[in-house]
């Protein structure tokens, strides 16, 4: 089976940054899209950042500037800089990556159990 295990969420005050990191890990042919997505309690989750296994990186608005999304496909890794953070920004972080475990299986969807960014004012 696949899992992605996500590490480096906390608390850190307005300004501060933060670096999550999630691996993906069991049996994997090739990973397309690697995302980060975030939750806030009561609202749905949105989509934060995304890289293609190509390396090509797409932002929300609200974090363009201040977010940095890359990944390394030898090891299987997608991480999310988080700089300049703002109270805004505080969530549920969850990583996301779509997985074939071989080269003739489906294309799932996988997600992480996700991680808290608190950013205290």
């Known amino acids: 089976q696949v899992q992605l295990v996500e590490s480096g969420g906390g608390l850190v005050q307005a300004g501060g940054s933060l670096r999550l990191s999630c691996a993906a890990s069991?049996?994997?042919?090739?990973?397309?899209?690697m995302s980060w997505y975030r939750q806030e309690p009561g609202k749905q989750r949105e989509l934060v950042a995304s890289?293609?296994?190509?390396?090509?990186?797409n932002y929300i608005d609200s974090v363009k500037g201040r977010f940095t999304i890359s990944r390394d496909n030898s090891k299987n890794t997608v991480s999310l800089q988080m700089n300049s953070l703002k109270p805004e920004d505080t969530a549920v972080y969850y990583c996301?990556?779509?997985?074939?475990?071989?080269?003739?299986?489906?294309?799932?969807?996988?997600w992480g159990q996700g991680t808290q960014v608190t950013v205290s004012s």
């Open positions: 996301y990556a779509r997985i074939a475990q071989t080269w003739l299986a489906a294309i799932i969807d996988y």
């Open positions: 069991g049996r994997i042919f090739s990973i397309n899209d």
């Open positions: 890289i293609t296994s190509g390396g090509r990186s």
